[in-house]
């Protein structure tokens, strides 16, 4: 039986994830967006494209939620994203959008336990660990089926920028970003290399920390750049860990996990190295941190708590 994945949202995130999704041969795809018939349009301009592209996949889209029946992975970017003000120049934070994106999360997680209770969820909206929250309080789905695709994307951005400065392939480039997604995540010197050469014997301390700067600014100098967010690398990252799960291919891909101790924490999504198979997440990895990254977790840690926190969940 072909695989089914839903796209709740059509928007840039979720049609360019369509994209990548059909590329790889993953399975069918519905699309869904409350607006109007861009999802149908979408769809059928992408199913075109398969024979230039050399594709092979069932692409169908609609208005009206059903469409994502019986998914078994659905993937979630429906909300409102950040935008650059035409008159400040300035961008809302992630932290900023909870309330409006609440209500849209907590609409879009009771279709999907309506129309597919069995699925996988990956949530992409923002703030993304609240997010996650939201759909485990509404849809009571076991943890290991609600991932966050944060982890992927700002690990993705951390390699990029490191094989930028160095002038190596991307593919040589190994490393890890954890903690919450945005200005406090963590990325990990002591877990990043160069084809197994730690990366400290490449690159100073001082250029590494603009990097990982960078790196958790990366989302930011996208919307000053276009005004609104970025959705390529969001995308490839949220295919990569469909791909993951659908093939059972037990990838460790840091992504936003629900805790039950490790790391000391408990109760709470945020991302985590972890073993992503076809149930979901079926491990979440503790690596040995050194003092400055567990103090850098930690506070990344609280800072979610603090954004969970104003969900108003008990």
Known sequence: MQNKIALYGAGNVGATTAHWLAQK???DLALFDIYEQS???KALDLMQSGPAAGFDAKITGSNHPEIIADANIVVVSAGVPRRKDPETGKYPGRDELIKINQVVMEQAAKK???YAPDSIVIVVTNPIEAMCHVVKEVTGFPTERIIGQAGALDTTRYKAFIAMELGVSVK???????GGHGDAMVPLPTHTTISGIPILDLISEKRLEEI?????HGG???VNLLGYSSYYAAAAATAQTIESILKDQKRLIPSVVYTQGEYGYTDLFIGLPAILGCNGVEKIIELNLDFDEKAKLDHSMNAVKDVVALLGYN
């Open 212 to 216: 990982i700067h960078r790196t958790a």
């Open 220 to 222: 930011g100098e996208i």
């Open 112 to 114: 999907i336990k309506c």
């Open 39 to 41: 999802a149908e349009g």
């Open 25 to 27: 041969e993953l399975g």
């Open 172 to 178: 040589d480039v190994n490393g890890l970003v954890i």
